[in-house]
């Protein structure tokens, strides 16, 4: 099966881990062995898990969920000796808004996935792994058990893997439609069948995961970047990066360009010159207003903002976060009210609903922003939305509280002009029913 | 054990074991952090976001019911940010919460509106809708308001960690969370109300309670539940002489806060309209009413004439009367009327363990015990539905100290769940399945061992012999059937020992007519039946002339000559001695116009007799039995304070012929109580009624 692609590659991309899409029938494995595959794992085999961990470490590689921890750190962070079993747990949850690179990996390259799932269980002495894919992606479920099929055909798992002693199995999981569910500790108790609202923490999935037990829980592009790590030495793949941040990692570009897709580019790669030179540059000709640069949890950036790096840190001095890759890029006609609208009501329809500040709060501002947006609020109200937005910002349960306020806050603190001359707009006499009753 | 750690809160060093929460090490140096969620002795929650305090070195403010203390800490409490977020916190539980307070069941002894009061904001900002649905009733007792919910889930985790039931659980997402049965629109469930008590707020209320009055239009009254041997202590809410409700929620007792939902809800019975109120005379058409002074002189003239016939006279006894009822009435037969035919119905052997462990200390078990215990064996009951408080205690031991549970039991129940070993045996088979349990419970520091009603006679000895060959610390609870079975015994309301199980040469008597010899004797003139009714399921083979003092027309009632109306345990002062030994004061709270206590009808039987037995003042009887009954040496203070003052040892235990067959429990389930259960509504109502022993 030889998936479609959505956009045309970019000349200017680094085709690490999506060298393969486009190829025919990518998600064999035949073309995988073909092309370098479980390599990297017969590589792994040969190194004690510590050499592993290490070279990991060594490749600069963070977490592509989001908060871009070091991955070998995390995995180091496993206790070696445990009577307990240990688990390797795939976050392809993939919720974030303007984020749609999991999906592609898993598409186009499943035994990618599966190998770097591999190494990780090596990596850690795990001998189980699931894949907890979001409810909206089922259909890949079919593709992943289809790759898991040929990996136990071809040796690649079970219970004496290439006749080496070594078991893994490994099983796919369907969510059903939430997206705190892919915070870490939400996702391993829907995995284990309960109701999906996070732990306390510490303890971490690392010590006290799935089942209580030690796990190693990553993102699916995190998961790719490893075989590339193996193969090629966790130093080449740290060169492609900037020095904090190595390699490369999927830009999932959308909104007012004439190019939105998926790119794969180096770490550190300039935000205007992704806009422009990747994507195609702003839809019609028109000006930049705007960028979310990392899915829409992350505070938004003004056009004078975007010439930057696009590494964890950079993002981060900036004020914003590179979060899961989701570029989200908006022209001068955009209603940035509106935004703020959409926004907010994503959140507080995600809202788990678990903890006060964000269940209570992500519905005020809901409320709220949709009154403004109708020009039925006072301008005093304004400051509200930033007073409610930091009453809930570092206070709540779990960073979803922090992912709805923070973009909010960031647009009106930013395009305020904008939702004042909305309520100095003729009110709207009835309101539309609809917008006011939280769904 | 644990090692201490020294933090700073506020300013105050305080030194506190390794692993206590900063809630709790802040609670000990006298300062209050705010929680909702937070509920001592329940699963951690982190969700009302509260109890937010500022740590040193720690950017974001943390929250001090999840944190544990650490060495060198400091924690402030009081700080702008940190009084600041409490607000933040307090506005947004508002901002949904329908503020319908005055109308609110809760109104007045609420944790939200307490909170608002101390550290909310003074206005509102909030304009939105509110979000809506309509109310739900669970069951008869339990009703659900999702508005005013603030999704604290103490409710969920009472069920779910306190009882092992698990009935409840959370639906929906976000704002739209609600807490719902986990059988969808009902509650199937011991219907204990235990989730109504915990709710901070008007969310959950009481199918009997609900709207019946405001809190501070109730006096309230502590004292002790009046169903099975646990000794539940309970706060009960007057208005009028009329109770209307039930709770221990002042933590006071033996039982914390548990009640289970014949203390919670089943004090109806009080109030039921069959209550007697005047005495009743059978006449050949049936009964007449008659005054008390007639009726009481009739009665002295039989036991007169029984009396001179050389004491032709038995006492049927009452399990729920109290210590001096019990005393006084044996004292009227034994010193007054010459008669040793006295008993009542026995549930358990408590005397034969008394007789294998005689001369040791602390054979016996308290309810603390429960808690505190290493290892737990139950034999041959099930305590979930005979017991619930000695089963609540022992879940939260296995919850917080992850006691070893063992089960010998004729079927499942509940405490499977927790059990490190459950084993099913024949009833009277409990002791030749030990065996297997051996090096298990060699291994443990020490063990209590419950028994139920198939373990008796020269079965106890056995056990404690066997126990004894573990060479571990040992302590027994012999399971009896009601509040003051234990008191009974103790009193010597039986045909073969006196009161502190000394011997009957001790007043050169003959063991007497047990309660069953007594239906079927042709020697009894008069028959004495106090609060009990043997003539549910038997029959009085010669009449001999019935007295009954009775609550209501019970089968037995309706055979009697005279009937005299009594006041039910709810209506008196005395005291009651629970299945562990622990003795505990009894206050009245409900006026029955027209009924008397047993004590005060005994006392004007025995004055009518002109007999001279002493005081017959409740008070004045604890002294004496304080005075003179084995076991009841205790600090009387602490009782009238309304502590829960452990009785033993008995020091002079007689050695009896036990009774073996005579001693059976009634098996109540968590629904049935014998004839009191029956005229309560809220027992006879629910859908679990009346349930079944051993269904797990
Ligand atoms: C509300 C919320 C949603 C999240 N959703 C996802 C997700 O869909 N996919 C994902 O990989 N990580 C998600 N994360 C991040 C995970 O909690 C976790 O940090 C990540 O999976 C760790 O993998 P990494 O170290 O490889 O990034 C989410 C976090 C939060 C707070
Ligand atoms: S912040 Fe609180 S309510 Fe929001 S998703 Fe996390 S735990 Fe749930
Ligand atoms: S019903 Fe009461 S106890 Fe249960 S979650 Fe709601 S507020 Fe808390
Ligand atoms: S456990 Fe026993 S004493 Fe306690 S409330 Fe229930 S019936 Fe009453
Ligand atoms: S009491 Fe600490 S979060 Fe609720």
């Not at chain 2, 739900?136 to 009882?163: F, M, T």
């Amino acid at each position: 099966m030889s998936p479609r692609l959505y956009n045309e590659p970019s000349p200017l991309e680094v085709k690490i881990l999506t060298r393969r899409f486009g190829l025919p029938n990518s998600q064999s494995i035949d073309t995988y062995l073909a092309t370098g595959g479980y390599e990297a794992f017969r590589k792994a085999l040969e190194m004690t898990p510590e050499e592993i961990i290490e070279e990991v470490k060594a490749s600069n590689l963070r977490g592509r969920g989001g908060a871009g921890f070091p991955t070998g750190m995390k995995w180091g962070f496993v206790p070696r000796e445990s009577p307990l079993p240990k688990y390797v747990v795939v976050n392809a949850d993939e919720g974030e808004p303007g984020t749609c690179k999991d999906r592609l990996l898993m598409e186009h390259d499943p035994h990618q996935l599966l190998e770097g799932m591999l190494i990780a269980a090596r990596a850690v002495g795990a001998e189980r792994g699931y894949i907890y894919i979001r409810g909206e992606y089922r259909y890949l479920i079919e593709i992943l058990d289809r790759a898991i099929g040929e990996a136990y055909e071809r040796g690649f798992l079970g219970d004496n893997i290439l006749g080496t002693g070594m078991r893994f199995h490994v099983y796919t999981h369907s969510g059903a439609g939430s997206y705190e569910c892919g915070e870490e500790s939400a996702l391993l108790e829907s995995l284990e069948g309960k109701r999906g609202v996070p732990r306390i923490r510490p303890p971490f999935p690392a010590t006290a995961g799935l089942f209580q037990c030690p796990t190693v829980l990553n993102n699916v592009e995190t998961f790719c970047a490893i075989p590339a790590i193996i193969r090629d030495g966790g130093k080449a793949f740290a060169a492609l990066g900037t020095p904090r941040n190595g390699g490369t990692r999927l830009f999932c570009i959308s909104g007012h360009v004439n190019r939105p897709g998926v790119y794969e580019l180096p770490m550190g790669f300039n935000l205007l010159r992704m806009i422009h030179e990747v994507a195609g540059g702003v839809r019609d000709g028109r000006k930049l207003k705007a960028v979310i640069p990392g899915g829409s949890s992350c505070p938004v950036l003004k056009a004078e903002e975007c010439d930057l790096p696009m590494d964890f840190d950079s993002v981060a001095q900036a004020g914003s976060m590179l979060g899961s890759g989701g570029v989200v890029v908006m022209d001068e006609t955009t209603d940035m009210v509106r935004v703020a609208v959409r926004i907010a009501k994503f959140y507080q329809h995600e809202s788990c609903g678990w903890c006060v500040p964000c269940r209570e709060g992500t519905t005020w501002l809901r409320h709220l922003l949709t009154r403004i947006d109708q020009g039925i609020a006072k301008p005093s109200e304004l400051d509200l939305v930033v007073e409610i937005c930091n009453n809930m910002l570092g206070r709540t349960f779990c960073p979803l509280g922090d992912a709805a306020a923070m973009p909010i806050r960031s647009f009106v603190m930013k395009f305020r002009e904008e939702f004042e001359a909305r309520l100095r707009r003729p009110m709207v006499a009835v309101p539309d029913p609809d917008s006011l009753v939280v769904s | 054990m644990s090692k201490l750690v020294t933090l700073t809160i506020d300013g105050k060093q305080i030194q506190v074991p390794a692993g206590t929460l900063v809630i709790n090490a802040a609670k000990q140096a006298g300062i209050e952090i705010p929680s909702f969620c937070y509920y001592d002795g329940l699963s951690l929650q982190g969700a009302c976001r509260m109890c937010l305090v500022e740590v040193e070195r720690v950017p974001k403010l943390m929250t001090a019911c999840t944190l544990p203390v650490a060495e060198g800490m400091v924690v402030r409490t009081n700080t702008p940010q940190v009084i600041e977020a409490r607000k933040a916190m307090l506005e947004f539980l508002l901002t949904n919460h329908p503020l319908d307070c005055p109308v609110c069941d809760k109104g007045g002894e609420c944790e939200l509106q307490d909170m608002a009061f101390r550290y909310g904001a003074g206005e509102g900002r909030f304009v939105e809708f509110k979000y809506h649905v309509p109310e739900k009733q669970w069951s008869p007792v339990v009703y659900y308001d999702a508005p005013r919910c603030i999704l604290c889930y103490r409710c969920v985790r009472i069920c779910d960690e306190g009882l092992g039931v698990n009935a409840l659980g959370v639906v929906n997402r976000g704002v739209r969370s609600e807490i719902a049965p986990n059988r969808g629109d009902h509650l199937e469930c011991d219907e204990c109300g235990m989730c109504i008590d915990i709710c901070p707020v008007g969310a959950l209320t009481s199918g009997t309670y609900r709207y019946q009055t405001r809190p501070w239009e109730m006096s309230h009254v502590g004292t002790i539940c009046t169903f099975c041997a646990d000794g539940c202590k309970t706060t009960l809410g007057v208005r009028n002489g009329i109770i209307i409700r039930a709770n221990n929620r002042d933590r006071s007792g033996i039982n914390d806060e548990f009640l289970c939902i014949k203390g919670r809800f089943a004090f109806d019975f009080v109030h039921h309209p069959e209550r007697l109120t005047r005495p009743l005379i059978r006449t050949l058409s049936g009964f007449r009413e008659a005054s008390w002074a007639e009726a009481i002189e009739l009665v002295a003239e039989r036991f007169e004439q029984a009396r001179q016939q050389g004491g032709r006279i038995g006492l049927i006894g009452s399990t729920r009367t109290t210590n001096e009822e019990n005393y006084f009435l044996q004292k009227l037969l034994r010193q007054g009327l010459g008669s040793n035919h006295i008993d009542h119905r026995q549930s358990g052997d408590l005397v034969s363990l008394l007789m294998a462990t005689r001369g040791r200390e602390g054979a016996l078990a308290t309810t603390a015990d429960l808690y505190h215990a290493s290892g737990i064996l139950i034999l041959g009951a099930d305590l979930s539905q005979q017991h619930p408080l000695l089963a609540f205690q022992i879940r939260a031991n296995y919850r917080h100290h992850r006691a070893r549970v063992y089960v010998v039991t004729r079927g499942p129940v509940r405490e499977d769940q927790i059990a490190a070993r459950s084993l099913r045996v024949a009833p009277g088979q409990e002791l030749e399945a030990l065996e297997s349990l051996r090096t298990e419970l060699q291994g443990l520091p020490d063990l209590v061992v419950l028994y139920g009603d198939s373990i008796k006679g020269s079965a106890v000895a056995r056990l404690v012999q066997w126990c004894d060959s573990l060479a571990i610390a040992v302590r027994y609870v012999c399971l009896l059937d009601d509040a003051n079975s234990r008191g009974a015994l103790d009193m010597g309301l039986v045909p073969d020992w006196l009161p502190g199980y000394r011997s009957l040469d001790q007043m050169n008597l003959q063991p007497g007519l047990c309660w069953e010899e007594m239906l079927e004797s042709e020697e009894l003139e008069v028959l004495w039946v106090v609060g009990a009714n043997p003539l549910r399921r038997r029959h009085l083979k010669r009449r001999p002339w019935l007295v009954v003092q009775e609550l209501f027309l019970t089968e037995t009632a309706q055979q009697a000559d005279v009937v005299l109306p009594a006041a039910s345990a709810y209506e008196k002062r005395g005291t009651f001695t629970s299945v562990c030994g622990e003795l505990q004061q009894l206050q009245p709270a409900a006026q029955v116009p027209g009924a008397k206590t047993d004590l005060e009808i005994a006392s004007l039987i025995a004055l009518q007799l002109g007999l001279e037995l002493g005081p017959a003042d409740p008070d004045e009887l604890l002294g004496e039995i304080h005075r003179t009954v084995d076991g009841y040496n205790v600090d009387l203070p602490l009782v009238a304070a309304g502590a829960a003052v452990p009785t033993g040892p008995y020091p002079d235990v007689a050695a009896v012929a036990v009774r073996v067959d005579k001693i059976r429990s009634r098996e109540d389930t968590l629904f049935t109580a014998g004839s009191l259960g029956q005229r309560s509504q809220v027992l006879t109502s629910v859908r679990e009624a009346p349930g079944s022993l051993y269904r797990g």
